[in-house]
């Protein structure tokens, strides 16, 4: 008998182990015989398990952002913007500025405060 690579898209990390596992949600591996999975860089994401190019990883739209290794983007939460697809976070509303809504996607998103608020 011999040992088999995992294919690409899946990994194992554990000696004498029979069987690889797919690469999560936010993660691939192009090679065959991994170890690990590489990481979807912050700002980007990835629905696809067992996906095998990074290729996968697409950039967070305005108004939301992700951390590394993301399956999904977060919407910008109220106070907070981003401008830029591929945000790794979202910009706080300048000093007397709000928004009271998620997403937020430029800084017009931000309102002046009412005259008594900061």
Do not use: R, W
């Not at 996906?51 to 992700?66: E, K, R």
């Not at 830029?84 to 509303?93: L, M, N, P, T, V």
């Amino acid at each position: 008998s011999q040992c088999i690579s995992c294919i690409a898209g899946e990994f194992n990390s554990i000696p004498g182990s029979n069987n690889c596992i797919q690469c999560s949600a936010g993660s691939y591996t192009s090679n065959t015989g991994s170890t690990v999975c590489s990481s979807c860089a912050a700002g980007y994401y990835s629905t696809s398990s067992g996906a095998t190019s990074s290729s996968t990883c697409l950039p967070c739209f305005n108004g939301s952002f992700s951390i590394a290794n993301a399956g999904s983007c977060q919407l910008c939460s109220p106070g907070t913007y981003s401008n830029i697809e591929g945000a790794s976070f979202c910009k706080s509303c300048a000093a007397g500025k709000y928004s009271a809504g998620s997403g937020g996607s430029s800084s017009d998103s931000c309102v002046n405060c009412q005259p008594g608020f900061y």
